[in-house]
C-alpha cells in the first residue's frame, strides 16, 4: 500500500517534467546544463532565504515570513540568472555552435524562450524536488500518514501542488525573461505577485486535519487555476496563439519542434 | 570486513588522487601495442600522428593549434605551434575581438578551443551521475554500510566515538592528516617508479590492486547485498559471479574490451572505493579527508613542483597515456575495440539514411553512454563528428582522389586540419549566403555579407591546404591540391550536406578513429570522492542535503570544465566541486533542513 502510493505520488509529481526533460531537454547538452544551472540558482536562493528565516529567530515559527522572504529571494535570483545568462550568450553560443549540427543550436539562441524554459524548468524541478523528496522518502513506508489527526489526503496534494510548482516555474521562466527582455515591468511585477500569491495559498494548508481535508481546496484550486492562467500567458508570450494551436493540432508534422 | 582486509583500499587510492581532468592528445606510441591485431591503416594513423605528435607538451595541441592559429602553424615547425598557441590563445582571449569582422577567423578559432564544451561534459555528468547513483542507493538500501562499526583503516588510530567534540575534532584532523601522508609517500613512490621507467612494478601494483577491488570488494558486496535482501546465495554460485565479474575487469581494463564496459568496470571499481572509505572512516574523518584532499589536489597538481603534476608532465613528454586502469575517459583510451565494426557501420548507415536536419537530431539523441553503445567504439563526441561530416563534405574529391592510393596514412592529418577549419568555412559561407536553414539574425559575429565570408573560407581553405602540404610533406601534394580543389567546390554546396557522405568511407572510418582518441579524462579518485561526499551526505537520511550536494558537485564540474577549456593543461577536478558540495553539504543539513522540514509537514510551498 505504501509503496503505491509512494510510486503513484512519485509518478504525479515527477511524471509531466520527466517528459518535458526527454522531450525537450535531454537531447541537447547545452539544456542540461542551463537547466542544472539555474537548479544551482535555486539552491542559492533557498539557502539565502533558509539563513533570514535561521536568523530571526523569534518569527521562526511564523511560516509566513519566511516564504515571502523566500519568494523575493527566488525573484531576486531568477534575475540574477537572466542576467548571467543573457551575459554568458555569447560563450553559450560558442560552445554549443561547435556541439551540434550550426544550424540546428542557434535555435536556442535565436528564439530566446528556449532557454527561459529550460532556466524556468530547472527552478522548478529543483524547487519541486525539494519540496517532495523528503516526503516521498516517508510515504514509501513502513508507516503512513492519518493516524496522528492529519489528513489522509496529505501526500496526494503535496504531489499535485508539487507537480503544480514545477509547471508554475517554467512557465513564469518564459514570462519573466521575456518581460525583462522586453523591459516590461509590469509582467515581471505579475510573476512575482503570481509566484507571491501561489505561496501564500499554500499557507492554508495549515488548516487541514483529518477531518478537515476540504481546505485543500482551498489551496488546490487556485493554485491550477494560477497554473492555468500563467500556462496560458506563458504560451502566448512565446508566440503562441489560437491560430497556431490549431494549426498544429492539425498538422502534426513538426509539432514536437520548439520553435 | 576485517582489519587487515580493509587497509589495502588505502595503496590504491594513492594513485587515484593524481587524477585530474585532463585531455590528451591524440597518438600515443603505447596504444600502438593493442591496436596490432587491427589493420594496417591503423599503423598508418599511428605513424601520421608521431610523426606530428613528438614534440607536444600542449595536451591538446593537435586539436586545438591549427585552426586556432592558422598563419603561425603553417608557418612554425610543430614544437613551435606550441608555443605560437599558447601565446596566441591569451591574446586571443578578449571578447570583443569575436565583433571584429575581420577577425572572424580568429574568433571562430577560439570557438574552436571551446569544442570541449557542453557536449564533454554531458559526457562526463553521465557517469558522476551514475557512480553517486550506484552508491547513494547503496547507501540508502543497505544498512552494512551505515551502520555504527568498530573495524576502521590502521591510517586512522584515533576513533574515539563518545569523546567531546574538541577530541573529536582533532582527531579527525589527525586522522586525515595521517591519510594525506600515506598518499603523498605513495604519489611520490609511483611518481619515482614512473620515472625511472619500472613501469612492470607499477602495471604489478596496478593489477594486484584491481584484483583486490574486482574480487575482494565485489564478493563483500555481493554478500552485504544477499544479507540486506535476506535471501541466500549458496557459495558455489557466488564464486562463479565473482569469479567472471572479477575476470571480466581484468580483461576489460587492463587489456582490451569494449569501451562501454571498461567505463562500467571503472564506475563500479569508484563505487565499491568510495563504499568502503564511507564504511571504514570514521564519521567526522571523512569530512575533514575530503577537506584535505581539495587542498592536496590543489597543490599537487598546480605547485611549479607537484607531484602530479611531474607525473603528467612526464607523461606527456613521453608521449604515453596515464595507466588506464586509473583514469575514465570520455572516449577512447588505449583500447581498440574488436568488435566494433559492426556498430560503427550500422552507426555509418544511420548517418546515410538520414537527410541532414534530421542528422543534428539523432546525433544529439545520444548522450555520454549511448554514444558509445550507438557506436560499437567509443564515442567521437558530437562535435567532432559534426566536424568531420563538415570536413569530409569538403574532402569528398580529395579523398576520392586517392582513395587506391594509401588513403589512410596520407588522409589523417589533413583531415585533423579539416576538421577543424571547414566547419568555420561552412559557417562562415552560410552567414554570406543569407542562408539556408539559419535565422540570420543568430549567428555570431557580424560578418559582413559576402565577402568577407568569402574570403574567410578561402582564407581557411588555403591554409589547411598549407598545412597539409606541411604536414606530410612528400605524400600530401596530392592531397593538398586535392583538398583545395574540393575547398573550392564544395563550399558553395553549402546546405547539402549529405552529398559526398556516402562516398568517403574510409576516410571516415579514419577520421572516427582519431576523434575517439579525444575526449576528457577523469581520475577515478575524483568519482570516488566525488561518491564519497554524496553518499556521506546521503548518511543523514535526509534527501535534499544528497541532492543539494549532487547538483553543487556537478555545477562544480562544470566550471572545472569551463577552466579546462580556459587554461588546456591538466586541472585538479576536486577543490571547486567538492568545496561546493561541502559548503552545501553542511549548510543544507544545518540550515536549510529544518527550513524545508516545517514548509514539508506544514505542506507549505515556496
Given at each position: 500500500?505504501?509503496?503505491?502510493?509512494?510510486?503513484?505520488?512519485?509518478?504525479?509529481?515527477?511524471?509531466?517534467?520527466?517528459?518535458?526533460?526527454?522531450?525537450?531537454?535531454?537531447?541537447?547538452?547545452?539544456?542540461?546544463?542551463?537547466?542544472?544551472?539555474?537548479?544551482?540558482?535555486?539552491?542559492?536562493?533557498?539557502?539565502?532565504?533558509?539563513?533570514?528565516?535561521?536568523?530571526?529567530?523569534?518569527?521562526?515559527?511564523?511560516?509566513?515570513?519566511g516564504?515571502?522572504?523566500?519568494?523575493?529571494?527566488?525573484?531576486?535570483?531568477?534575475?540574477?540568472?537572466?542576467?548571467?545568462?543573457?551575459?554568458?550568450?555569447?560563450?553559450?553560443?560558442?560552445?554549443?555552435q561547435?556541439?551540434?549540427?550550426?544550424?540546428?543550436?542557434?535555435?536556442?539562441?535565436?528564439?530566446?524562450?528556449?532557454?527561459?524554459?529550460?532556466?524556468?524548468?530547472?527552478?522548478?524541478?529543483?524547487?519541486?524536488?525539494?519540496?517532495?523528496?523528503n516526503?516521498?522518502?516517508?510515504?514509501?513506508?513502513?508507516?503512513?500518514?492519518?493516524?496522528?489527526?492529519?489528513?489522509?489526503?496529505?501526500?496526494?496534494?503535496?504531489?499535485?501542488?508539487?507537480?503544480?510548482?514545477?509547471?508554475?516555474?517554467?512557465?513564469?521562466?518564459?514570462?519573466?525573461?521575456?518581460?525583462?527582455?522586453?523591459?516590461?515591468?509590469?509582467?515581471?511585477?505579475?510573476?512575482?505577485?503570481?509566484?507571491?500569491?501561489?505561496?501564500?495559498?499554500?499557507?492554508?494548508?495549515?488548516?487541514?486535519?483529518?477531518?478537515?481535508?476540504?481546505?485543500?481546496?482551498?489551496?488546490?484550486?487556485?493554485?491550477?487555476?494560477?497554473?492555468?492562467?500563467?500556462?496560458?500567458?506563458?504560451?502566448?508570450?512565446?508566440?503562441?496563439?489560437?491560430?497556431?494551436?490549431?494549426?498544429?493540432?492539425?498538422?502534426?508534422?513538426?509539432?514536437?519542434?520548439?520553435? | 570486513?576485517?582489519?587487515?582486509?580493509?587497509?589495502?583500499?588505502?595503496?590504491?587510492?594513492?594513485?587515484h588522487?593524481?587524477?585530474q581532468?585532463?585531455?590528451?592528445?591524440?597518438?600515443?606510441?603505447?596504444?600502438?601495442?593493442?591496436?596490432?591485431?587491427?589493420?594496417?591503416?591503423?599503423?598508418?594513423?599511428?605513424?601520421?600522428?608521431?610523426?606530428?605528435?613528438?614534440?607536444?607538451?600542449?595536451?591538446?595541441?593537435?586539436?586545438?593549434?591549427?585552426?586556432?592559429?592558422?598563419?603561425?602553424?603553417?608557418?612554425?615547425?610543430?614544437?613551435?605551434?606550441?608555443?605560437?598557441?599558447?601565446?596566441?590563445?591569451?591574446?586571443?582571449?578578449?571578447?570583443?575581438?569575436?565583433?571584429r569582422?575581420?577577425?572572424?577567423?580568429?574568433?571562430?578559432?577560439e570557438?574552436?578551443?571551446?569544442?570541449?564544451?557542453?557536449?564533454?561534459?554531458?559526457?562526463?555528468?553521465?557517469?558522476?551521475?551514475l557512480?553517486?547513483?550506484?552508491?547513494?542507493?547503496?547507501?540508502?538500501?543497505?544498512t552494512?554500510?551505515t551502520?555504527?562499526?568498530?573495524?576502521?583503516?590502521?591510517?586512522?588510530?584515533?576513533?574515539?566515538?563518545?569523546?567531546?567534540?574538541?577530541?573529536?575534532?582533532?582527531?579527525?584532523?589527525a586522522?586525515?592528516?595521517?591519510?594525506?601522508?600515506?598518499?603523498?609517500?605513495?604519489?611520490?613512490?609511483?611518481?619515482?617508479?614512473?620515472?625511472?621507467?619500472?613501469?612492470?612494478?607499477?602495471?604489478?601494483?596496478?593489477?594486484?590492486?584491481?584484483?583486490?577491488?574486482?574480487?575482494?570488494?565485489?564478493?563483500?558486496?555481493?554478500?552485504?547485498?544477499?544479507?540486506?535482501?535476506?535471501?541466500?546465495?549458496?557459495?558455489?554460485?557466488?564464486?562463479?559471479?565473482?569469479w567472471?565479474?572479477?575476470?571480466?575487469?581484468?580483461?576489460?581494463?587492463?587489456w582490451?574490451?569494449?569501451?562501454?564496459?571498461?567505463?562500467?568496470?571503472?564506475?563500479?571499481?569508484?563505487?565499491?572505493v568510495?563504499?568502503?572509505?564511507?564504511?571504514?572512516?570514521?564519521?567526522?574523518?571523512?569530512?575533514?579527508?575530503?577537506?584535505?584532499?581539495?587542498?592536496?589536489?590543489?597543490?599537487?597538481?598546480?605547485?611549479?613542483?607537484?607531484?602530479?603534476?611531474v607525473?603528467?608532465?612526464?607523461?606527456?613528454?613521453?608521449?604515453?597515456?596515464?595507466?588506464?586502469?586509473?583514469?575514465?575517459?570520455?572516449?577512447?583510451?588505449?583500447?581498440?575495440?574488436?568488435?566494433?565494426?559492426?556498430?560503427?557501420?550500422?552507426?555509418?548507415?544511420?548517418?546515410?539514411?538520414?537527410?541532414?536536419?534530421?542528422?543534428?537530431?539523432?546525433?544529439?539523441?545520444?548522450g555520454?553512454?549511448?554514444e558509445?553503445?550507438?557506436?560499437?567504439?567509443?564515442?567521437?563526441?558530437?562535435?567532432?563528428?559534426v566536424?568531420?561530416?563538415?570536413?569530409?563534405?569538403?574532402?569528398?574529391?580529395?579523398?576520392?582522389a586517392?582513395?587506391?592510393?594509401?588513403?589512410?596514412?596520407?588522409?589523417?592529418?589533413?583531415?585533423?586540419?579539416?576538421?577543424?577549419?571547414?566547419?568555420?568555412?561552412?559557417?562562415?559561407?552560410?552567414?554570406?549566403?543569407?542562408?539556408?536553414?539559419?535565422?540570420?539574425t543568430?549567428?555570431?559575429?557580424?560578418?559582413?555579407?559576402?565577402?568577407?565570408?568569402?574570403?574567410?573560407?578561402?582564407d581557411?581553405?588555403?591554409?589547411?591546404?598549407?598545412?597539409?602540404?606541411?604536414?606530410?610533406?612528400?605524400?600530401?601534394?596530392?592531397?593538398?591540391?586535392?583538398?583545395?580543389?574540393?575547398g573550392?567546390?564544395?563550399?558553395?554546396?553549402?546546405?547539402?550536406?549529405?552529398?559526398?557522405?556516402?562516398?568517403?568511407?574510409?576516410?571516415s572510418?579514419?577520421?572516427?578513429?582519431?576523434?575517439?582518441?579525444?575526449?576528457?579524462?577523469?581520475?577515478?579518485?575524483?568519482?570516488?570522492?566525488?561518491?564519497?561526499?554524496?553518499g556521506?551526505?546521503?548518511?543523514?537520511?535526509?534527501?535534499n542535503?544528497?541532492?543539494?550536494?549532487?547538483?553543487?558537485?556537478?555545477?562544480?564540474?562544470?566550471?572545472?570544465?569551463?577552466?579546462?577549456?580556459?587554461?588546456?593543461?591538466?586541472?585538479?577536478?576536486?577543490?571547486?566541486?567538492?568545496?561546493?558540495?561541502?559548503?552545501?553539504n553542511?549548510?543544507?543539513?544545518?540550515?536549510?533542513?529544518?527550513?524545508?522540514?516545517?514548509?514539508?509537514?506544514?505542506?507549505?510551498?515556496?
Amino acid at each position: 500500500m505504501t509503496v503505491m502510493e509512494f510510486f503513484g505520488c512519485t509518478f504525479i509529481t515527477f511524471g509531466p517534467p520527466f517528459a518535458l526533460f526527454l522531450f525537450t531537454i535531454a537531447r541537447d547538452p547545452m539544456r542540461v546544463i542551463v537547466l542544472m544551472a539555474s537548479g544551482f540558482f535555486w539552491l542559492c536562493a533557498l539557502l539565502m532565504s533558509s539563513i533570514v528565516w535561521f536568523a530571526m529567530v523569534p518569527l521562526r515559527d511564523h511560516l509566513a515570513f519566511g516564504v515571502v522572504c523566500s519568494v523575493l529571494l527566488q525573484e531576486i535570483f531568477r534575475f540574477l540568472f537572466y542576467k548571467i545568462l543573457r551575459k554568458a550568450n555569447d560563450g553559450l553560443l560558442a560552445v554549443s555552435q561547435q556541439t551540434t549540427e550550426q544550424h540546428v543550436t542557434p535555435k536556442d539562441f535565436s528564439n530566446r524562450h528556449i532557454m527561459a524554459y529550460v532556466s524556468g524548468l530547472g527552478f522548478g524541478v529543483i524547487a519541486g524536488t525539494f519540496s517532495i523528496v523528503n516526503v516521498l522518502a516517508d510515504m514509501s513506508g513502513p508507516g503512513t500518514i492519518g493516524i496522528e489527526g492529519d489528513s489522509k489526503y496529505f501526500f496526494l496534494t503535496s504531489a499535485c501542488l508539487s507537480l503544480c510548482i514545477i509547471l508554475l516555474h517554467m512557465c513564469w521562466g518564459v514570462i519573466f525573461f521575456s518581460a525583462l527582455d522586453k523591459k516590461q515591468w509590469i509582467r515581471v511585477g505579475m510573476v512575482v505577485t503570481a509566484h507571491m500569491l501561489f505561496a501564500c495559498l499554500s499557507l492554508v494548508n495549515q488548516a487541514s486535519s483529518s477531518d478537515n481535508s476540504e481546505v485543500y481546496l482551498g489551496s488546490l484550486i487556485p493554485s491550477y487555476l494560477l497554473l492555468f492562467g500563467s500556462g496560458v500567458a506563458a504560451f502566448l508570450t512565446a508566440g503562441g496563439s489560437l491560430v497556431n494551436l490549431k494549426a498544429a493540432l492539425i498538422c502534426r508534422r513538426g509539432r514536437y519542434e520548439i520553435e | 570486513m576485517n582489519y587487515q582486509g580493509v587497509t589495502f583500499p588505502i595503496l590504491l587510492m594513492e594513485l587515484h588522487p593524481f587524477l585530474q581532468i585532463s585531455s590528451m592528445n591524440t597518438g600515443d606510441p603505447l596504444a600502438s601495442d593493442p591496436r596490432e591485431g587491427s589493420p594496417t591503416e591503423r599503423t598508418g594513423l599511428m605513424s601520421g600522428n608521431q610523426t606530428s605528435n613528438t614534440d607536444r607538451p600542449s595536451y591538446r595541441s593537435s586539436a586545438s593549434d591549427s585552426p586556432t592559429m592558422p598563419e603561425t602553424s603553417v608557418n612554425a615547425n610543430e614544437t613551435a605551434v606550441v608555443g605560437d598557441s599558447n601565446s596566441n590563445r591569451r591574446s586571443r582571449r578578449p571578447r570583443e575581438e569575436r565583433t571584429r569582422p575581420d577577425s572572424a577567423s580568429a574568433s571562430t578559432g577560439e570557438d574552436e578551443e571551446l569544442m570541449y564544451g557542453a557536449k564533454h561534459v554531458i559526457m562526463l555528468f553521465v557517469p558522476v551521475t551514475l557512480c553517486m547513483m550506484v552508491v547513494v542507493a547503496t547507501m540508502s538500501s543497505i544498512t552494512f554500510y551505515t551502520q555504527e562499526q568498530n573495524t576502521y583503516f590502521v591510517y586512522t588510530p584515533f576513533q574515539d566515538q563518545e569523546a567531546p567534540t574538541g577530541t573529536k575534532l582533532w582527531q579527525s584532523f589527525a586522522n586525515a592528516g595521517i591519510i594525506l601522508c600515506a598518499v603523498i609517500v605513495m604519489t611520490i613512490v609511483l611518481l619515482m617508479l614512473y620515472k625511472y621507467r619500472c613501469y612492470k612494478v607499477i602495471n604489478g601494483w596496478l593489477i594486484v590492486s584491481s584484483v583486490m577491488m574486482l574480487f575482494f570488494f565485489s564478493y563483500m558486496y555481493l554478500e552485504q547485498v544477499m544479507r540486506a535482501y535476506n535471501s541466500p546465495l549458496d557459495y558455489i554460485t557466488a564464486s562463479l559471479i565473482v569469479w567472471n565479474f572479477g575476470m571480466g575487469g581484468l580483461f576489460c581494463i587492463h587489456w582490451k574490451g569494449p569501451l562501454l564496459l571498461q567505463q562500467a568496470y571503472l564506475i563500479i571499481i569508484s563505487a565499491l572505493v568510495a563504499l568502503t572509505f564511507i564504511r571504514y572512516l570514521p564519521d567526522w574523518t571523512v569530512w575533514t579527508v575530503l577537506g584535505v584532499m581539495v587542498v592536496w589536489d590543489l597543490v599537487a597538481v598546480l605547485c611549479p613542483k607537484g607531484p602530479l603534476r611531474v607525473l603528467v608532465e612526464t607523461a606527456q613528454s613521453r608521449n604515453e597515456p596515464i595507466f588506464p586502469a586509473l583514469i575514465y575517459s570520455s572516449a577512447m583510451v588505449w583500447i581498440v575495440t574488436m568488435a566494433d565494426d559492426g556498430g560503427r557501420s550500422k552507426k555509418k548507415k544511420k548517418q546515410e539514411t538520414k537527410d541532414t536536419d534530421n542528422n543534428a537530431d539523432e546525433e544529439d539523441d545520444d548522450g555520454g553512454f549511448k554514444e558509445h553503445m550507438a557506436n560499437g567504439i567509443s564515442g567521437h563526441s558530437l562535435e567532432d563528428s559534426v566536424a568531420a561530416r563538415s570536413a569530409f563534405q569538403a574532402l569528398g574529391d580529395m579523398t576520392q582522389a586517392q582513395k587506391d592510393s594509401s588513403v589512410h596514412s596520407s588522409c589523417v592529418d589533413p583531415l585533423s586540419y579539416y576538421e577543424k577549419s571547414e566547419p568555420q568555412t561552412n559557417l562562415a559561407f552560410s552567414e554570406s549566403n543569407g542562408n539556408i536553414q539559419d535565422e540570420p539574425t543568430m549567428q555570431r559575429q557580424a560578418v559582413p555579407e559576402g565577402a568577407v565570408g568569402g574570403a574567410v573560407a578561402a582564407d581557411e581553405s588555403d591554409v589547411s591546404v598549407r598545412s597539409a602540404k606541411k604536414k606530410q610533406k612528400k605524400r600530401a601534394r596530392p592531397t593538398g591540391e586535392g583538398a583545395s580543389a574540393a575547398g573550392g567546390e564544395g563550399e558553395p554546396s553549402g546546405g547539402e550536406q549529405q552529398r559526398e557522405r556516402p562516398a568517403v568511407p574510409g576516410a571516415s572510418d579514419d577520421a572516427s578513429e582519431m576523434e575517439e582518441e579525444r575526449g576528457i579524462k577523469l581520475g577515478l579518485g575524483d568519482f570516488i570522492f566525488y561518491s564519497v561526499l554524496v553518499g556521506k551526505a546521503s548518511s543523514n537520511g535526509d534527501w535534499n542535503t544528497t541532492l543539494a550536494c549532487f547538483v553543487a558537485i556537478l555545477i562544480g564540474l562544470c566550471c572545472t570544465l569551463l577552466l579546462l577549456a580556459m587554461f588546456r593543461k591538466a586541472l585538479p577536478a576536486l577543490p571547486i566541486s567538492l568545496t561546493f558540495g561541502l559548503v552545501f553539504n553542511f549548510a543544507t543539513s544545518a540550515l536549510v533542513q529544518p527550513f524545508m522540514d516545517k514548509l514539508n509537514s506544514e505542506q507549505v510551498y515556496i
